[in-house]
């Protein structure tokens, strides 16, 4: 069975860092893209970051540019996000998400396997 365990998430004063992790079990991790995706309060849930079965490509949305980095360690079967300089409209809850392939996409449609949600508050 399948499961993706987030942690990391709590609160940050804005301009702070944190660092959410997501440990995969269940399937081959090297062989899928990996996501992240949030969904701030009484809002939709929003792409942020996928990162290939490679590593080598990596896409961000626009907002998270420059502020955030999804990395991965295919040995530990563990996904990363590094969030610095965190403002209030980054709270939300953080999911991790297996895509259906190897490659990256933006789509939540693209994900068959979601963790639980870790969350992430930014005070101002």
Same mark, same amino acid.
């Given at each position: 069975?399948?499961?993706?365990?987030?942690?990391?998430?709590?609160?940050?004063?804005?301009? !702070?860092? /944190?660092?959410?992790?997501?440990?995969?079990?269940?399937?081959?991790?090297?062989?899928? %893209?990996? #996501?992240?995706?949030?969904?701030?309060?009484?809002?939709?849930?929003?792409?942020?970051?996928?990162?290939?079965?490679?590593?080598?490509?990596?896409?961000?949305? *626009?907002?998270?540019?420059?502020?955030?980095?999804?990395?991965?360690?295919?040995?530990?079967?563990?996904?990363? /996000?590094?969030?610095?300089? /965190?403002?209030?409209? *980054?709270?939300?809850?953080?999911?991790?998400?297996? %895509?259906? #392939?190897?490659?990256?996409? *933006?789509? #939540?449609?693209?994900? *068959?396997?979601? !963790?639980? !949600?870790?969350?992430?508050?930014?005070?101002?």
């Amino acid at each position: 069975q399948v499961q993706l365990v987030e942690s990391g998430g709590g609160l940050v004063q804005s301009g !702070g860092s /944190l660092r959410l992790s997501c440990a995969a079990s269940g399937r081959t991790f090297s062989g899928y %893209a990996m #996501g992240w995706f949030r969904q701030p309060p009484g809002k939709e849930r929003e792409f942020v970051a996928t990162i290939s079965r490679s590593g080598l490509s990596t896409r961000y949305a *626009d907002s998270m540019k420059g502020r955030f980095t999804i990395s991965r360690d295919n040995a530990k079967n563990t996904v990363y /996000l590094q969030m610095n300089n /965190l403002k209030p409209e *980054d709270t939300a809850v953080y999911f991790c998400a297996f %895509a259906k #392939g190897p490659s990256v996409s *933006d789509s #939540g449609g693209m994900y *068959d396997y979601w !963790g639980q !949600g870790t969350q992430v508050t930014v005070s101002s």
